[in-house]
């Protein structure tokens, strides 16, 4: 029988329970997650109105939408993912979200560039608690063969939290400009975009609290991942160090073909509302639920996907996170570069629902592939790893390359269209060349993990 890492007999890992607290957990780490999307990506809609109250360039608020979230995202995930694999991961959660609300409402307050960029680099910081720790709570609370749909479902929240941002922000956007250049208590006189900002950012201090209402779950160590562990470990460094030189060739490539995604994911979230608005002339009364719609949509697609991972995994396709995803970038990369073709506002929504059908994803597969193959001790930290540089490349330089090629290249807000399609379709190839070529490498050390696992257990009495 295996055993936890105190080395008492456990049930096998596929025999877990799995019952209301479990599903609980992915529900409140689920609503902290579409919050966080909200407060992140309503600043992507409040572009116009800002850029005309503090007279920034694109540049600026590129700057605003990308590196100043994304480095200090990034950077921070690294202690905070540290933090995840040593203390209790529930309060780990209930500040981050403290602190990322806090900086949405000193946004609202916000009367300068240098105000906002310090605002959103507090929110970065604060997200950086979240993803680490759901990610191991996850992965602690359910076995295998059930993981990647819990982690689906988990990453829906992304695209909610989209929709939200899009659908219930043009509303507060179209409310809040009835009470523009009202003179409020310590606010003084605000702009709409203050007051927006404000209102999505106050709920945050009452659902950091949720995190509360599920108990924190043991942390489980298969025998044979624990045995691999101290092998590695016995050889030299670290057990991070000794996992990441193990497994070199495969972390790099789905670092490679992942950081491509992420840029795309980010470049497209970040700058569609002002595309959309320059392109077609839509506000964000007429866009926003449309979007909101397209990111439904894109959600459901994820619990789709991770039932069939889970199905092609358990009937012996050991490969199957990075096989199945390599067929679904194939299916929908034209869509990538055939959307700023269109001069139809309805298909080009149509073609980038079906993009985002390839870009939502990407954590849910390294999550899973973390959780078959890092030990315990390493999960919060590698997750933290892959989202530095996922962050960096994706959130940091993404939406930053879309704003200095339409203003240093182009030289032409009109062409945004152009600067986007640039950054998305080169990074959607090299996403799938890098994936294709992980493949090689997947299988074998699932293979490994399992064998090591059946190793441990005949020798467990």
């Known amino acids: 029988m295996a055993q936890d890492v105190t080395g008492t007999p456990v049930k096998a890992a596929d025999a877990r329970d799995v019952g209301f607290s479990s599903w609980w957990m992915v529900a409140v780490l689920f609503g902290l997650y579409v919050f966080s999307w909200l407060d992140r990506l309503i600043l992507s809609m409040l572009v116009g109105p800002i850029k005309a109250d503090l007279l920034l360039s694109d540049f600026q608020i590129s700057l605003l939408l990308g590196p100043a979230f994304a480095v200090f995202y990034a950077v921070f995930g690294i202690p905070?993912?540290?933090?995840?694999?040593?203390?209790?991961?529930?309060?780990?959660?209930?500040?981050?979200?403290?602190?990322?609300?806090?900086?949405?409402?000193?946004?609202?307050?916000?009367?300068?560039?240098?105000?906002?960029?310090?605002?959103?680099?507090?929110?970065?910081?604060?997200?950086?608690?979240?993803?680490?720790?759901?990610?191991?709570?996850?992965?602690?609370?359910?076995?295998?063969?059930?993981?990647?749909?819990?982690?689906?479902?988990?990453?829906?929240?992304?695209?909610?939290?989209?929709?939200?941002?899009?659908?219930?922000?043009?509303?507060?956007?179209?409310?809040?400009?009835?009470?523009?250049?009202?003179?409020?208590?310590?606010?003084?006189?605000?702009?709409?975009?203050?007051?927006?900002?404000?209102?999505?950012?106050?709920?945050?201090?009452?659902?950091a609290l949720a995190v509360f209402t599920f108990r924190e779950p043991a942390r489980r160590e298969t025998a044979g991942v624990a045995a691999m562990a101290a092998k590695?470990?016995?050889?030299?460094?670290?057990?991070?160090?000794?996992?990441?030189?193990?497994?070199?060739?495969?972390?790099?490539?789905?670092?490679?073909?992942?950081?491509?995604?992420?840029?795309?994911?980010?470049?497209?979230?970040?700058?569609?509302?002002?595309?959309?608005?320059?392109?077609?002339?839509?506000?964000?009364?007429?866009?926003?639920?449309?979007?909101?719609?397209?990111?439904?949509?894109?959600?459901?697609?994820?619990?789709?996907?991770?039932?069939?991972?889970?199905?092609?995994?358990?009937?012996?396709?050991?490969?199957?996170?990075?096989?199945?995803?390599?067929?679904?970038?194939?299916?929908?990369?034209?869509?990538?570069?055939?959307?700023?073709?269109?001069g139809n506002a309805w298909l080009f929504l149509v073609l980038y629902c079906v993009v985002q059908f390839a870009t939502v994803p990407f954590m849910i597969y390294v999550s899973s592939i973390v959780a078959l193959l890092a030990p315990n001790v390493v999960r919060g930290r590698l997750i933290a790893g892959f989202l530095f540089c996922f962050t960096i490349l994706g959130l940091g330089a993404g939406p930053a390359m879309v704003g200095a090629i339409t203003d240093f290249v182009f030289q032409d807000e009109a062409r945004i269209g152009s600067s986007m399609m640039i950054v998305v379709v080169s990074c959607f190839v090299v996403a799938f060349i890098a994936m294709r070529a992980a493949l090689r490498y997947l299988a074998p050390a699932v293979l490994r993990a399992e064998s090591a696992a059946a190793g441990a257990n005949a020798q467990t009495p």
């Open 80 to 207: 905070l993912g540290w933090a995840v694999d040593r203390y209790a991961r529930r309060w780990v959660v209930f500040f981050g979200v403290t602190l990322w609300a806090a900086a949405t409402v000193a946004t609202g307050f916000a009367r300068s560039f240098e105000a906002l960029l310090l605002a959103r680099i507090a929110v970065g910081i604060g997200e950086a608690a979240l993803l680490p720790a759901a990610y191991s709570l996850l992965a602690d609370e359910f076995p295998r063969s059930k993981l990647t749909l819990a982690t689906s479902v988990f990453q829906m929240a992304g695209k909610v939290g989209s929709a939200a941002a899009f659908g219930l922000g043009g509303l507060a956007i179209a409310y809040a400009a009835t009470l523009d250049g009202t003179d409020w208590p310590f606010l003084g006189e605000a702009a709409a975009w203050h007051l927006v900002m404000i209102m999505v950012g106050l709920p945050g201090f009452v659902l």
């Open 232 to 342: 590695a470990q016995a050889q030299g460094g670290g057990p991070l160090t000794a996992f990441v030189r193990a497994n070199w060739q495969l972390v790099s490539l789905m670092l490679i073909s992942f950081s491509g995604l992420a840029i795309v994911g980010y470049t497209l979230t970040s700058w569609i509302p002002t595309y959309i608005g320059r392109a077609f002339g839509w506000t964000p009364l007429q866009y926003g639920p449309a979007l909101s719609l397209m990111n439904i949509i894109a959600a459901v697609s994820l619990v789709v996907n991770g039932r069939v991972v889970d199905h092609l995994f358990g009937r012996g396709m050991k490969d199957a996170h990075l096989r199945f995803y390599s067929w679904l970038l194939l299916v929908t990369g034209p869509a990538a570069f055939a959307m700023f073709l269109t």
